[in-house]
């Protein structure tokens, strides 16, 4: 016979199955996290080194644009030696200007074959002997043309720690001639590596490829002397060893004694060829990096344990319950006992609930008397619990809900359709003094005995209802003035259009604006302001009809919408204007706005609508327009919108778009006006700007100028005429008929008032390498009126580089010869409307005469524009003008066609001055 196992063995079991499955589920549970931990600190690592590799990249793209521009200087001074008679002068003002334009570099050299220094953008250098230097003999064991030499790190004569970037020389049989040497500023190295260091636990190198450090940041003197290739392990060894342009690593590093997560890139810009190769490098701390999943470990590790320990706890508190179960079964008499103290004293407890809610709770049988009620619906509806009890439900509600009240019930008990029960909704109550307030009441059903029962749930939302009505006014109403405000205004316009396409009827849009409102604002302070529009906003309700809606649009401007005008357009043509006129008398009285009497005028766009109109947008957008057209033609007036202006802004509007579209895809071309001598000679030509539109043809320069002034673009115009102007003169100097001619650009107000306008012409002309005496800068004398200081000591910078003036259309503006004589300028230039009238009028000829004396007194070139005819080029040779440019020598073409005008001139001139 088989013994079944004791009791207490199979409880014991029981309870142990739920401590193996708990077990079980938390060790999952810490796989699980330690995996997902390790997922983390992993993307966290590759997210850092991404970083890293981002910040190395930038520094590899500054030092090889430095090299770049460096070759371009070098090869410029290559370019241009041959031609120096004076090597000392001429070669220290080229060295000096260049190394100025060049911020990375510290000096500049020139040295013979013998390694002495011929040229220098330091003085004190020229003279000495650098023939032991690394940058001379390199270069001058294995000279090869077109090659960059890269020296490693050495302190030089300056006493400073620099690198050098040298180029042999040759002579025109090939043979070595010298070499020409940048030296770089450690400096501007040192505060590029700043730009990488987005903590204290990041450092960044910069490194020659023979192992010796250039910059360092934080510095280290001590690291700066070695030589990291003499030192195992090295970073830069390992980056070499890689073979790859850029690397990623995480080891030990030597100058932090830490681990690192370190990016590496080779300097390799392109079309640079460089015998040796800089290596930058931006390292972090390891510990620094995973900081964050330090803490995120810690923390993941605390919660588990304290999940643990509550899943530990509710088990052990679960079985204790089970334990309980057991016994009170056990003991189910003394239960039963138990249970009915429990019950008594669960009923006193929710009874101590319903005496504290703050909601009210009333039960009603199913005559609708009042079964009880707690203290919180007493205070609510001012009664005494027994002046309710047994009484009808109905006392507590407005006259209509009482009446059928009643019927509510029977009908409910008789079919079962519900209209409250289990349906929370708004309502009315009715407290005893009789005051009507709004409530919240949720009723539902309960059977006790087999009566129905039913319970409600009350809340008293006063409060709330002011609420909502204070948000629905600041939704839809201004705060300062209590007119609808906008989104008012398109709801009703949206309704007013919608009705119209019904009925066929008309109404009116009327846009108004105060007329110098700002001047009020900015003497009287804004308070007086608002004081002003709550004034005009109170006379606009009283001159309108009470179907008319008034709403503030923003600022100082106010739209009306007048509805219901008739269905004959013209009569509401003449409705909508007699209602603007009676807005026009209403608004220009005068306000008395404390004890300040202020006048004010309104500018009124008006524009009527009928079922075909278009949307409110676009009915709003015609009205300001209106109101526009209404300001411009000299305010305190109405105006209709007109399609036509309309028209005329929206092709405004689409002329913009296709000039910002020229900038971007550089439609535009440069064509050539040669600028002759008094005896005949080709001295140049002005570069004037002009704009092939694929589809309107070529658009006139006085159409998109001023509109490229408006939109800011002209400075990137600008700067596009410069850059072609000076590879133009680079073109000229290789052909002899072109050589030596001068180019004039002129210059915009806004681009020579620009931030960073002397960087930008140093930068171009730095890398054209461009003869700065040829190119002349034409100013017009807008650009001469504000800031006159700062105009003079900008145009003196530029003159130091080489750089002439000519001040464009003399006369015509207003110039001061007070500032005129300080200007630093070579020529004047005649406008073309004095030329224009030359022949006919006197006065014309004396201004003439006048512009070129000035110009004589003050040691000035003169040329005179628009020069069409013989008699005009006679007069002017007569009053002693020493340039002509205009049709009578050559219309503006472009640059081909002007390189043949320039080989062809000798001929043309003698047959032009012969007729």
């Given at each position: 016979?088989?013994?079944?196992?004791?009791?207490?063995?199979?409880?014991?079991?029981?309870?142990?199955?739920?401590?193996?499955?708990?077990?079980?589920?938390?060790?999952?549970?810490?796989?699980?996290?330690?995996?997902?931990?390790?997922?983390?600190?992993?993307?966290?690592?590759?997210?850092?080194?991404?970083?890293?590799?981002?910040?190395?990249?930038?520094?590899?793209?500054?030092?090889?644009?430095?090299?770049?521009?460096?070759?371009?200087?070098?090869?410029?001074?290559?370019?241009?030696?041959?031609?120096?008679?004076?090597?000392?002068?001429?070669?220290?003002?080229?060295?000096?200007?260049?190394?100025?334009?060049?911020?990375?570099?510290?000096?500049?050299?020139?040295?013979?074959?013998?390694?002495?220094?011929?040229?220098?953008?330091?003085?004190?250098?020229?003279?000495?002997?650098?023939?032991?230097?690394?940058?001379?003999?390199?270069?001058?064991?294995?000279?090869?043309?077109?090659?960059?030499?890269?020296?490693?790190?050495?302190?030089?004569?300056?006493?400073?720690?620099?690198?050098?970037?040298?180029?042999?020389?040759?002579?025109?049989?090939?043979?070595?001639?010298?070499?020409?040497?940048?030296?770089?500023?450690?400096?501007?190295?040192?505060?590029?590596?700043?730009?990488?260091?987005?903590?204290?636990?990041?450092?960044?190198?910069?490194?020659?490829?023979?192992?010796?450090?250039?910059?360092?940041?934080?510095?280290?003197?001590?690291?700066?002397?070695?030589?990291?290739?003499?030192?195992?392990?090295?970073?830069?060894?390992?980056?070499?060893?890689?073979?790859?342009?850029?690397?990623?690593?995480?080891?030990?590093?030597?100058?932090?004694?830490?681990?690192?997560?370190?990016?590496?890139?080779?300097?390799?810009?392109?079309?640079?060829?460089?015998?040796?190769?800089?290596?930058?490098?931006?390292?972090?701390?390891?510990?620094?990096?995973?900081?964050?999943?330090?803490?995120?470990?810690?923390?993941?590790?605390?919660?588990?344990?304290?999940?643990?320990?509550?899943?530990?706890?509710?088990?052990?508190?679960?079985?204790?319950?089970?334990?309980?179960?057991?016994?009170?079964?056990?003991?189910?008499?003394?239960?039963?006992?138990?249970?009915?103290?429990?019950?008594?004293?669960?009923?006193?407890?929710?009874?101590?609930?319903?005496?504290?809610?703050?909601?009210?709770?009333?039960?009603?049988?199913?005559?609708?008397?009042?079964?009880?009620?707690?203290?919180?619906?007493?205070?609510?509806?001012?009664?005494?619990?027994?002046?309710?009890?047994?009484?009808?439900?109905?006392?507590?509600?407005?006259?209509?809900?009482?009446?059928?009240?009643?019927?509510?019930?029977?009908?409910?008990?008789?079919?079962?359709?519900?209209?409250?029960?289990?349906?929370?909704?708004?309502?009315?109550?009715?407290?005893?003094?009789?005051?009507?307030?709004?409530?919240?009441?949720?009723?539902?059903?309960?059977?006790?005995?087999?009566?129905?029962?039913?319970?409600?749930?009350?809340?008293?939302?006063?409060?709330?209802?002011?609420?909502?009505?204070?948000?629905?006014?600041?939704?839809?109403?201004?705060?300062?003035?209590?007119?609808?405000?906008?989104?008012?205004?398109?709801?009703?316009?949206?309704?007013?259009?919608?009705?119209?396409?019904?009925?066929?009827?008309?109404?009116?849009?009327?846009?108004?604006?105060?007329?110098?409102?700002?001047?009020?604002?900015?003497?009287?302070?804004?308070?007086?302001?608002?004081?002003?529009?709550?004034?005009?906003?109170?006379?606009?309700?009283?001159?309108?009809?009470?179907?008319?809606?008034?709403?503030?649009?923003?600022?100082?401007?106010?739209?009306?919408?007048?509805?219901?005008?008739?269905?004959?357009?013209?009569?509401?043509?003449?409705?909508?204007?007699?209602?603007?006129?009676?807005?026009?008398?209403?608004?220009?009285?005068?306000?008395?706005?404390?004890?300040h009497n202020h006048h004010s005028t309104p500018s009124i766009g008006i524009v009527v609508w009928n079922d075909a109109s278009g949307g409110s947008e676009e009915l709003l957008k015609h009205a300001d327009h209106a109101m526009y057209e209404a300001k411009s033609a000299g305010r305190?007036?109405?105006?209709?919108?007109?399609?036509?202006?309309?028209?005329?802004?929206?092709?405004?509007?689409?002329?913009?778009?296709?000039?910002?579209?020229?900038?971007?895809?550089?439609?535009?071309?440069?064509?050539?006006?040669?600028?002759?001598?008094?005896?005949?000679?080709?001295?140049?030509?002005?570069?004037?700007?002009?704009?092939?539109?694929?589809?309107?043809?070529?658009?006139?320069?006085?159409?998109?100028?001023?509109?490229?002034?408006?939109?800011?673009?002209?400075?990137?115009?600008?700067?596009?005429?410069?850059?072609?102007?000076?590879?133009?003169?680079?073109?000229?100097?290789?052909?002899?008929?072109?050589?030596?001619?001068?180019?004039?650009?002129?210059?915009?107000?806004?681009?020579?008032?620009?931030?960073?306008?002397?960087?930008?012409?140093?930068?171009?002309?730095?890398?054209?390498?461009?003869?700065?005496?040829?190119?002349?800068?034409?100013?017009?004398?807008?650009?001469?009126?504000?800031?006159?200081?700062?105009?003079?000591?900008?145009?003196?910078?530029?003159?130091?580089?080489?750089?002439?003036?000519?001040?464009?259309?003399?006369?015509?503006?207003?110039?001061?010869?007070?500032?005129?004589?300080?200007?630093?300028?070579?020529?004047?230039?005649?406008?073309?409307?004095?030329?224009?009238?030359?022949?006919?009028?006197?006065?014309?000829?004396?201004?003439?005469?006048?512009?070129?004396?000035?110009?004589?007194?003050?040691?000035?070139?003169?040329?005179?524009?628009?020069?069409?005819?013989?008699?005009?080029?006679?007069?002017?040779?007569?009053?002693?003008?020493?340039?002509?440019?205009?049709?009578?020598?050559?219309?503006?073409?472009?640059?081909?066609?002007?390189?043949?005008?320039?080989?062809?001139?000798?001929?043309?001139?003698?047959?032009?001055?012969?007729?």
């Open positions: 016979m088989r013994m079944s196992p004791p009791d207490h063995d199979s409880s014991a079991h029981r309870r142990s199955r739920p401590w193996l499955w708990l077990l079980l589920a938390l060790a999952v549970g810490w796989a699980a996290a330690w995996t997902w931990l390790s997922s983390e600190r992993e993307a966290l690592r590759r997210h850092e080194g991404e970083k890293l590799a981002a910040l190395v990249q930038t520094l590899d793209a500054i030092v090889g644009q430095q090299m770049i521009a460096i070759q371009g200087a070098l090869q410029t001074v290559e370019a241009q030696r041959p031609g120096w008679r004076q090597p000392q002068q001429q070669g220290e003002a080229m060295l000096r200007t260049l190394a100025r334009a060049l911020p990375g570099v510290r000096a500049l050299l020139v040295l013979d074959t013998q390694g002495q220094v011929l040229a220098s953008s330091e003085p004190r250098l020229v003279g000495l002997d650098m023939s032991e230097r690394p940058y001379y003999t390199t270069p001058r064991r294995r000279p090869q043309p077109g090659l960059l030499y890269v020296s490693p790190p050495f302190r030089s004569l300056l006493d400073e720690r620099t690198v050098t970037l040298s180029r042999a020389l040759f002579d025109a049989e090939h043979h070595f001639a010298g070499i020409v040497v940048a030296a770089l500023n450690p400096a501007y190295f040192s505060l590029m590596l700043e730009t990488a260091q987005p903590s204290a636990q990041t450092w960044s190198a910069l490194a020659h490829q023979d192992g010796m450090l250039f910059a360092l940041l934080p510095h280290d003197a001590d690291w700066m002397s070695r030589n990291l290739l003499a030192t195992p392990g090295s970073i830069l060894e390992h980056h070499l060893a890689s073979g790859q342009p850029a690397s990623l690593q995480l080891m030990p590093a030597k100058l932090s004694q830490d681990l690192r997560l370190v990016a590496a890139r080779t300097v390799q810009p392109a079309g640079l060829q460089a015998d040796r190769q800089l290596i930058v490098a931006v390292g972090r701390s390891l510990p620094s990096v995973e900081g964050p999943w330090q803490r995120q470990r810690l923390s993941v590790g605390l919660v588990g344990v304290a999940l643990s320990l509550f899943a530990a706890v509710a088990l052990t508190l679960w079985q204790r319950r089970q334990r309980l179960i057991e016994r009170l079964r056990r003991q189910q008499l003394r239960s039963e006992r138990q249970a009915a103290a429990q019950l008594k004293a669960q009923a006193q407890h929710t009874q101590a609930i319903l005496d504290h809610m703050v909601d009210g709770v009333i039960t009603i049988d199913a005559r609708g008397r009042i079964d009880s009620i707690n203290p919180a619906a007493c205070r609510m509806f001012g009664y005494a619990a027994a002046e309710l009890l047994n009484q009808d439900v109905s006392l507590l509600m407005p006259q209509g809900d009482a009446a059928r009240h009643d019927q509510y019930v029977s009908d409910y008990l008789r079919s079962g359709a519900a209209r409250i029960i289990g349906v929370g909704r708004d309502v009315d109550g009715r407290r005893k003094d009789g005051q009507i307030f709004p409530m919240s009441l949720a009723v539902s059903r309960i059977d006790r005995e087999g009566e129905p029962l039913f319970i409600g749930l009350t809340r008293d939302i006063t409060e709330r209802k002011r609420a909502e009505a204070a948000i629905e006014q600041l939704a839809f109403y201004d705060p300062l003035t209590g007119l609808p405000n906008r989104r008012l205004l398109l709801d009703r316009l949206n309704q007013a259009l919608a009705s119209s396409r019904r009925n066929g009827r008309h109404g009116a849009l009327l846009f108004i604006d105060l007329d110098n409102f700002k001047s009020l604002n900015d003497t009287m302070g804004h308070g007086m302001g608002d004081r002003m529009l709550q004034a005009v906003a109170q006379r606009l309700r009283a001159a309108l009809r009470s179907e008319d809606t008034v709403a503030r649009w923003g600022g100082d401007e106010f739209v009306v919408l007048l509805q219901d005008l008739g269905q004959e357009r013209q009569r509401a043509h003449l409705h909508a204007e007699a209602a603007a006129e009676k807005l026009l008398r209403v608004l220009g009285q005068p306000y008395l706005i404390d004890q305190n007036r109405l105006a209709f919108f007109d399609p036509i202006s309309q028209a005329a802004m929206a092709e405004l509007i689409s002329l913009e778009a296709d000039l910002r579209q020229a900038v971007n895809y550089q439609q535009f071309e440069l064509y050539y006006q040669a600028q002759v001598s008094a005896d005949g000679r080709l001295l140049g030509a002005e570069a004037l700007l002009r704009w092939p539109h694929p589809s309107r043809g070529f658009v006139s320069p006085a159409q998109f100028i001023p509109l490229a002034e408006q939109t800011g673009t002209i400075n990137q115009i600008g700067e596009w005429v410069l850059q072609q102007a000076c590879a133009q003169l680079n073109a000229w100097a290789h052909e002899p008929a072109t050589a030596g001619l001068s180019l004039a650009v002129n210059l915009s107000a806004h681009q020579f008032r620009q931030k960073g306008f002397l960087s930008l012409m140093q930068q171009l002309l730095a890398r054209t390498g461009v003869p700065t005496e040829l190119l002349k800068l034409e100013l017009t004398e807008s650009a001469l009126v504000d800031d006159v200081e700062s105009v003079i000591g900008l145009m003196g910078e530029l003159r130091r580089l080489g750089l002439r003036f000519s001040l464009d259309d003399f006369g015509t503006g207003y110039s001061s010869l007070a500032y005129l004589k300080r200007l630093p300028l070579d020529q004047l230039k005649i406008d073309q409307s004095f030329v224009r009238d030359l022949v006919s009028e006197p006065n014309a000829r004396a201004i003439a005469h006048a512009v070129i004396q000035l110009g004589e007194s003050l040691g000035l070139a003169v040329i005179a524009e628009g020069v069409e005819t013989a008699e005009q080029r006679e007069l002017l040779i007569g009053l002693g003008c020493h340039a002509f440019q205009g049709y009578f020598h050559a219309r503006p073409m472009p640059a081909a066609a002007f390189a043949e005008l320039a080989r062809q001139w000798p001929t043309r001139a003698a047959d032009k001055l012969g007729q």
